[in-house]
């Protein structure tokens, strides 16, 4: 079974720019969620989709954060403008339901210069 | 609010030694207890959860935590760590939601570096 794919893997802009993050959940997986992860934190949920339906999203920066999930399959998450503070790697996780277990892909690590 | 303390940031040891990874949680109501761990440049792997019944959870690689409700804690132990056990490990919180979901909030992370 095919994990959760991401991509790109790195990337590096300089602030003010915008980027795009790809996430695409393990087949058949209705939950997917984005946190960010700043160096030396745990992992902060950022945004929670059922199916293409937005469950929580209390803790994005609706100013320069928006994540879409166009017929509840794959993911994007972006970015406009970047921040310095932005830095971090951005996970990606699915879960066949709202209960079950997340499964994390690699992330994407952004530095932002 | 929930939060969750891992008061050690790094945690070296000898390999085949056993190994104790500390976490206190913060939560005025019930909650489901979660042991992840990262190995680098990969993504997070569930090792153990804690939801009800047993206080202690035995998960994969050998690793079993004991739930301590008057001492908010959840530790993770290992009786005899391998060098593959290199690795940052999170424990995680969750007060169970209306609809059975939960949402994860994570400690900062322990690095094990188990030594030859």
């Known amino acids: 079974e095919a994990g959760v794919a991401q991509s790109p893997r790195y990337k590096i802009i300089e602030k003010r720019q915008s980027v795009a993050f790809w996430c695409n959940p393990i087949?058949?997986?209705?939950?997917l969620y984005w946190y960010q992860q700043i160096l030396g934190q745990g992992p902060k949920l950022l945004i929670q989709f059922q199916n293409n339906g937005v469950v929580d999203d209390s803790q994005l920066p609706k100013d320069r954060f928006s994540a879409e999930r166009l017929k509840g399959v794959d993911s994007t998450l972006k970015i406009q403008p970047a921040k310095l503070e932005d830095s971090a790697v951005y996970l990606c996780?699915?879960?066949?339901?709202?209960?079950?277990?997340?499964?994390f892909g690699p992330g994407t690590r952004l530095t932002v210069l | 609010a929930q939060s969750v303390t891992q008061l050690d940031s790094q945690v070296p040891v000898f390999e085949e030694a056993p190994v104790e990874l500390r976490c206190n949680y913060s939560?005025?109501?019930?909650?489901?207890l979660f042991w992840y761990v990262q190995y680098p440049n990969q993504g997070l792997q569930l090792l153990l959860k804690?939801?009800?019944?047993?206080?202690l959870v035995k998960g994969i690689n050998g690793f079993e935590a004991e739930f301590n409700k008057s001492q908010t804690s959840f530790h993770l132990r290992k009786p005899s760590v391998h060098i593959s056990d290199t690795a940052e490990y999170f424990c995680a919180v969750s007060t169970p939601l209306k609809d059975s979901s939960y949402k994860l909030i994570f400690g900062s992370g322990t690095r094990l570096l188990v030594r030859p």
């Open positions: 939560s005025s109501v019930s909650v489901y």
């Open positions: 087949s058949g997986h209705a939950t």
């Open positions: 996780a699915s879960s066949l339901g709202v209960s079950n277990e997340q499964f």
């Open positions: 804690y939801l009800s019944g047993s206080t």
